[in-house]
């Protein structure tokens, strides 16, 4: 059978390619699937249990069998709705923090707080150029949509909507924005803390971070 598989991050650059076809034998499970990855970088080895993967963008067991045509990614550890307007979104141009505060606001929000994370020049002592941000963007999307509807469950009556930018920024630019929209204020600032919490944990986005000494993946969620 054939698997589709994607590769991102540190481990797309060490393979080499973002995305094979993989021969595998009938009945083969994901852990069959990360060994046969295994012997081709050591990536993978190196990261771990920190090496998740997805089948069908689901995150996944090693021990789930793969069928035909599954579409399996492995994720490295990350960088940290409904209707015609999209209420979070991947996007490869710059963000506009106005355009994501208007996903959710309304009459009916008596607080909205925004939250923007920028390229800034120095990180883990080093002095920054710039960054390079990848993702997995229909998986991401849906990652963020799960963060959007977890928020409303724990504060009812609260949006919650989310940008984040691939690719190439510069000091100052804006990587993510996010939105949160309530009757009250105190139920916004916690939306919106909780969403850019938990995107730096459950969202498959790399970032790249290139200094004047170098440049290095980032997986410790910073």
Known sequence: MKIQLLLFGSLRESVGQSRLEVDLPEGATLADLRGWLAERSEIVEKLGERLAASINMEVADLSDVLEDGDEV???????????????????????????????????????????????????????????????????????MEKIVEEAAQKWPGTRVAIAHRVGRLEIGDAAVVVVAASAHRGEAFDACRFAIDTLKVTVPIWKR???????YWVDDHA
């Not at 015609?84 to 355009?99: F, H, P, R, W």
């Open 209 to 215: 971070e290139v200094a004047t000494d170098g440049a």
């Open 73 to 143: 990614a492995f994720l490295p550890p990350v960088a940290g709705g409904d209707g015609s307007v999209k209420t979070c979104t991947i996007s490869e141009t710059a963000l506009d923090e106005a355009e994501v505060a208007a996903r959710v606001e309304g009459p009916d929000a008596g607080g909205v707080v925004s939250f923007v994370g920028r390229v800034r020049d120095h990180a883990r002592g080093h002095s920054i150029e710039h960054l390079e941000y990848e993702a997995y963007p229909a998986m991401a999307e849906r990652e």
